[in-house]
């Protein structure tokens, strides 16, 4: 009887996520559709670069910046936060007219390294531009990408446009593990949901177009000054300014690799238990209840018996089915939706070290910085 209970209520949770979760499983918000007519007029635009030892990516990501066919005035500053491997010289040797590289402050007491680097760069851009792009040191983007940023920006008169960076798959860390974070963040933050008025807030870091007047308006970076994530707190303190738009695109790809599941798992602990905004309950909960989402399903299906398994059947047919629209964006195969429970499981674990590392005062590790402190 408790196994039937169990079935049916994984069963129950994969049909509302399916049915009732704003088609997040869908991946259909493409930067490719739906595209707005150019406008009349081209505002200006700065790039905001923040950068941290990133000599092995920055020659093609500003590289990229300085070779975007924009009509309108463009401008690219580079932010070097405190590099020791000559970030700021291979970026200055590109030779662009276009880019700005500036040598940041010290790091300044209750920021994150990367938005404290935004924030000079943003200050440094002055007031001029219409737009701030702000985008990581690691994204390749495609020549066109900022002009249809600004296009479906001006056309909808929104306060940010978000893209979410085609992340590099090619290790088998990665084809196992990277089309799954994208839909796990499709579920935490359903880009539908997202771009809906009244909606929630969410954005992705890799590629974020913003009005600088609705940021001033919202209290500017210093209003999310200690964010782990940056993005998505920023969206939705732009959410409250205007409408926002977050969606998939093959424009911009993340050129950082991930090479061994060791350097997946540290992205992935890097910010999960900030997610679960770093409490032991919200811990314990996720931890209770993944079982039941991901584990049951496939258990039951091999091991169950009479409606038990039938369900579980169901539930894990539902799960395989939902991944597909990712794995296809991907191009990887459909049998990885099989091996979902698997990769959650992962998932799960990489939550539960990411919660050890803050207790030890290593939270949000990242180029030798803990930027989430112990008993915060």
């Known amino acids: 009887m408790i196994w039937t209970i169990v079935a049916g209520l994984s069963l129950a949770i994969w049909l509302a996520l399916i049915f009732a979760r704003h088609g997040f499983w869908l991946a259909r918000e493409r930067d490719t559709r739906d595209m707005p007519a150019d406008p009349g007029h081209w505002p200006d635009v700065v790039a905001v670069v923040p950068a941290r030892d990133e000599a092995d990516v920055i020659a093609r990501s500003i590289g990229s910046l300085a070779a975007q066919e924009y009509p309108g005035r463009f401008h690219i500053i580079l932010m070097d936060d405190s590099s020791s491997d000559g970030t700021a010289d291979i970026a200055r040797a590109l030779g662009s007219d276009r880019v700005e590289v500036v040598r940041g402050l010290p790091l300044a007491a209750g920021w994150t390294g990367k938005l404290w680097a935004v924030s000079q760069g943003i200050e440094r851009a002055g007031t001029a531009p219409t737009w701030l792009w702000l985008t990581d040191a690691d994204i390749d983007h495609a020549p066109d990408t900022l002009r249809t940023l600004v296009a479906r920006g001006e056309a909808g008169g929104l306060t940010l446009v978000s893209l979410m960076a085609r992340l590099r798959c090619d290790s088998i860390a990665e084809r196992m593990l990277i089309p799954a974070f994208v839909f796990f963040f499709q579920l935490l933050y359903p880009f539908g949901l997202v771009n809906r008025s009244g909606g929630i807030g969410g954005a992705a870091g890799g590629c974020m177009l913003v009005r600088r007047e609705a940021l001033e308006a919202a209290g500017g970076i210093v209003a999310i000054r200690d964010a782990l994530i940056d993005d998505c707190t920023l969206g939705a303190l732009l959410k409250r300014q205007g409408r926002i738009w977050l969606g998939l695109t093959d424009r911009s790809q993340s050129i950082r690799p991930y090479n061994s599941f060791s350097a997946v798992a540290a992205m992935i602990s ?107």
Do not use: D, E, N
């Open 270 to 376: 890097r910010s999960a238990y900030a997610q679960l905004r770093y409490s032991p309950l919200l811990l314990a909960g996720t931890l209770l209840g993944l079982p039941l989402v991901y584990a049951a399903p496939p258990l039951l299906a091999l091991f169950g018996h009479g409606a038990a398994r039938f369900a579980g059947i169901a539930a894990w047919a539902l799960m395989a089915i939902a991944f597909q629209p990712m794995l296809a964006f991907y191009r990887r195969s459909p049998l990885w939706g099989v091996a979902l429970p698997l990769i959650a499981a992962f998932y799960a674990g990489c939550t539960l070290l990411s919660a050890w590392q803050h207790m030890r005062g290593r939270g949000g590790m990242w180029k030798g910085r803990a930027q989430a402190a112990a008993g915060r």
